[in-house]
């Protein structure tokens, strides 16, 4: 079958259903959904633990990308001499482009749709849901407790939207950057996975 779009590149809030949104797809379509797989990667090639990773992520709070010296590393593809968030998100890069070399695929998180922003079969989604929807997923989904619930998505938004702005220098959550802005709890899980796909794979 031939697809519209050959990429989905979905950022998402914490606990809006993203993952799951882009496990679904990968079912319908049937081609591979990468999420944890890219961390995975990333650190088996600087020869760490994911755990490392994800704190390096947490901690990103400096715009990367738009230095000279970072602008070069990035012309050339080294990562020596590059600060540790520097390094991750170039070896980051590197994973999704291979993935999406591959063939057709969907790719959750870590600024997939901007690393691939220069092919022109790449679909950018968002995901994002009101807040007691959130909490209720974290609580029955991650097994977050009533008591952390708020703070876990804060942390987690906050991390997600430092790390793409100082990737990409621009706001995580700005429609702008998005083909497709959905609403998880508005419309549902299954809703948004029909959407996609029927965008994906309609004659246009």
């Known amino acids: 079958m031939k697809l519209n779009y050959n990429i989905i590149a979905i950022e998402r809030e914490y606990a809006s259903g993203g993952s799951e949104i ?3 797809i990968g079912k319908w379509l049937d081609i591979p ?24 992520e947490e ?15 990035v012309m050339t593809g080294q990562v020596d001499g590059l600060s540790e968030e520097g390094a991750l ?11 999406a070399l591959q063939g057709p695929c969907v790719i959750v998180g870590r600024c997939a749709g901007w690393i691939l922003r220069d092919r022109d ?17 974290a609580m029955e989904t991650y ?28 706001s995580w959550d700005d429609k702008k950057g998005y083909h497709l802005v959905l609403d998880s709890s508005a419309i549902g899980i299954d809703q948004c996975v029909k959407i996609i796909c029927d965008m994906v794979e309609k004659d246009q």
């Open 89 to 99: 998100y170039l070896t980051e890069e590197r994973v999704i482009k291979d993935m």
């Open 143 to 170: 097994g977050i407790s009533q008591e952390n619930a708020e703070n876990t998505l804060k942390r987690y938004d906050r991390r997600r939207s430092n790390f793409y702005h100082a990737n990409t220098g621009m």
């Open 33 to 56: 959904c990468y999420g944890q797989e890219v961390l995975e990667r990333a650190a088996k090639l600087m020869n760490t633990i994911p755990e490392r990773l994800l704190h390096l």
């Open 59 to 73: 901690t990103t709070s400096n715009s990367l990308l738009y230095s000279i010296g970072m602008a070069a590393k």
């Open 121 to 137: 079969d790449v679909l950018r989604v968002f995901i994002h849901a009101d807040r007691e929807f959130r909490k209720k997923r």
């Open 22 to 24: 882009g496990e679904k």
